[in-house]
Nanobody
């Protein structure tokens, strides 16, 4: 079994910063892409940022220049530094990781439980 545990959400004023963290644990042979998605009320889940095992990054246009994704392959963690937050960034943020549990198993997409980010004055 693989678990993704997120932390770091909360309430912040517009213009503020938050840092989200996600740690993968369990039976892990390798982790490929890791990323963060978000879902606001009444909207579909959308990609915020992703990062490959080699460090290549991809961002949604709405967060470019404000959010930074990074990962520590040795610790199986992925971070999302969020600066200059806006009310429209309010959503539940989900960690995602493409994990290969063992050499004899294929890669699966795993999800964290979600962490609430609220940007409001």
């Amino acid at each position: 079994q693989v678990q993704l545990v997120e932390s770091g959400g909360g309430l912040v004023q517009p213009g503020g910063s938050l840092r989200l963290s996600c740690a993968a644990s369990g039976t892990i042979f390798s982790i490929h892409d890791m990323g963060w998605y978000r879902q606001a009320p009444g909207k579909q889940r959308e990609l915020v940022a992703s990062i490959t095992s080699g460090g290549s990054k991809n961002y949604a246009d709405s967060v470019k220049g404000r959010f930074t994704i990074s990962r520590d392959n040795a610790k199986n963690t992925v971070l999302l530094q969020m600066n200059s937050l806006k009310p429209e960034d309010t959503a539940v943020y989900y960690c995602n990781a493409d994990v290969r549990p063992s050499l004899w198993k294929t890669t699966y997409a795993y999800w964290g439980q979600g962490t609430q980010v609220t940007v409001s004055s």
